[in-house]
Nanobody, 123 residues
Framework: QVQLLESGGGSVQAGGSLRLSCVAS????????MGWFRQSPGQEREGIAS????????FYADSVKGRFTISQDKDKNTLYLQMDNLKPEDTGTYYCALGKQVYCGNFRLFGYWGQGTQVAVSS
């Protein structure tokens, strides 16, 4: 079973930036989706960004649109999330996820998860 390992979390002041990375333990098919999810304190996990690994369309939650950018380096089996203009409400645990042969725009279809990395944004 594929393993996903996130890194890059940390503490930052509001308005700052962070870049998260996720390395997959094996090759991800071009028909699959990779994505980022977030679980803020006291809230359910939500999908915030996704991308078709074959290239092309990306999807973003309204809460991060225009501030976060998802990208990938297929040669390195690595997924990224560039987070700019961070806000205190972005605080939470960020998870990398994989959806095998699913529609990337439906965050409920992802079935493989990393362990998460913590992001804390102070005001």
């Amino acid at each position: 079973q594929v393993q996903l390992l996130e890194s890059g979390g940390g503490s930052v002041q509001a308005g700052g930036s962070l870049r998260l990375s996720c390395v997959a333990s094996e090759y991800i098919s071009v028909s699959d989706c990779m994505g980022w999810f977030r679980q803020s304190p006291g809230q359910e996990r939500e999908g915030i960004a996704s991308i078709y690994t074959g290239g092309g369309n990306t999807f973003y939650a309204d809460s991060v649109k225009g501030r976060f950018t998802i990208s990938q380096d297929k040669d390195k089996n690595t997924l990224y999330l560039q987070m700019d203009n961070l806000k205190p409400e972005d605080t939470g645990t960020y998870y990398c996820a994989l959806g095998k042969q699913v529609y990337c725009g439906n965050f409920r279809l992802f079935g493989y998860w990393g362990q998460g990395t913590q992001v804390a944004v102070s005001s």
